[in-house]
């Protein structure tokens, strides 16, 4: 079992609808991070979280402690959020300056 | 500012071949850290150097080595190519490292290599 999964895998939602993708993760973490991915692999960092919520624009981010889980929300979506989404975790290691990624959610918005 | 900046963006090497990748981190960002992308395996974490000093490593083979310079700038190579090392090879540059509290992370475009 992968230390993040991320659900769904794909999804495909019509323009304007609201959009949740969801993190799950089992190794205790100090941040857990949201990014975005276009086509051509180029990688943008949206959200660095270590409680709470977080909101930039039409993208809200949340994270449950607790609960280890994390979800990413899109408002009126827009066909140019199609990208794919991955979480990561930084794990809560001493000495280590890394992420553990989700396997990404590929979001499709038509117009 | 500049943001990070990987060089080459392709390359295509032969089986067998060794290959030096580049990654120039933003000014001030003292922490470059490696990452492959493959279809298969998704995003994988390969090393992270901190002030010249590899800090961390990922599970890789010893043919995937790296460094650091005192300007942060960093190099990866990979010895004696497979065609399962085909991926999209990321760097991303961040101001500290884990002592120094949490830092936000930058990519760069990364460099897509092809094994034949």
């Known amino acids: 079992k992968n230390e993040v999964e991320q659900s769904p895998q794909n999804l495909t939602a019509q323009e304007g609808e609201f959009i949740t993708i969801n993190c799950s993760y089992s190794v205790g973490i100090s941040a857990l991070h949201w990014l975005q991915q276009h086509p051509g692999g180029g990688i943008v960092s949206l959200f660095m979280?270590?409680?709470g919520k977080k909101k930039h624009g039409r993208l809200i981010a949340t994270i449950n402690i607790q609960e280890k889980h994390s979800s990413l929300h899109i408002t009126a979506s827009h066909p140019r959020d199609s990208a794919v989404y991955i979480c990561?975790?930084?794990?809560?290691?001493?000495?280590?300056?890394?992420?553990?990624f989700g396997q990404g959610t590929r979001l499709t918005i038509n117009p | 500012k500049a943001g990070v900046t990987q060089t080459p963006r392709y390359l295509i090497k032969t089986r067998g071949q060794q290959v030096t990748l580049s990654c120039s981190p933003i000014s001030g960002h003292r922490s470059v850290s490696w990452y492959q992308q493959t279809p298969g395996q998704g995003l994988q974490f390969l090393f992270e150097?901190?002030?010249?000093?590899?800090?961390n490593k990922g599970n890789f083979p010893g043919r995937f080595s790296g460094r650091q310079f005192s300007n942060s700038r960093s190099e990866m190579n990979v010895s004696t190519l497979e065609l399962g090392d085909s991926a999209l090879y990321l760097c991303a540059s961040s101001l500290g490292t884990w002592w120094r509290g949490l830092y936000g992370y930058t990519f760069g475009s990364g460099t897509r290599l092809t094994v034949v």
């Open positions: 150097y901190f002030s010249e000093t590899q800090r």
């Open positions: 979280l270590s409680s």
């Open positions: 990561a975790a930084h794990p809560w290691i001493q000495g280590a300056q890394k992420l553990v």
